[in-house]
């Protein structure tokens, strides 16, 4: 069964950069896309964007594109989110999850993701 773990959050000032990564463990992971998403504090929890099964294809939401990147390295059952130059807006519990196939489309509806990691609390302030 795979499972998933988010790690790397931590608390960073404006216009500073932070890297997520996304373990994974019971389960090979090229057998899966993955997504990312956030949760600031009161809000819904909303896509952030996510990577195909070989990492030839990635997504991003508008409100991250040109400033977050998402890699992974199945040799290493890791998946990466960088983010640059983030803002307050950013702020958040971050989590990974799996799909069968992670789109746009699937991202924003959060369908058919499953093995929800735990989340990384993300601060951005100064």
């Known amino acids: 069964q795979l499972q998933l773990a988010e790690s790397g959050g931590d608390l960073v000032q404006p216009g500073g950069s932070l890297r997520l990564s996304c373990a994974t463990t019971?389960?090979?992971?090229?057998?899966?896309?993955i997504g990312w998403f956030r949760q600031a504090p009161g809000k819904e929890r909303l896509g952030v964007g996510c990577?195909?099964?070989?990492?030839?294809?990635?997504s991003y939401a508008d409100a991250v594109k040109g400033r977050f990147t998402i890699s992974r390295d199945n040799s290493r059952n890791t998946v990466w989110l960088q983010m640059e130059n983030l803002n307050p807006d950013d702020t958040g519990i971050y989590y990974c999850?799996?799909?069968?196939?992670?789109?746009?489309?699937?991202?924003?509806?959060?369908?058919?993701?499953?093995?929800w990691g735990q989340g990384t609390q993300v601060t951005v302030a100064s």
């Open positions: 999850a799996a799909a069968r196939v992670c789109t746009i489309v699937t991202l924003s509806l959060q369908r058919g993701f499953h093995s």
């Open positions: 019971g389960s090979t992971l090229d057998q899966v896309d």
């Open positions: 990577i195909g099964k070989n990492g030839d294809r990635t």
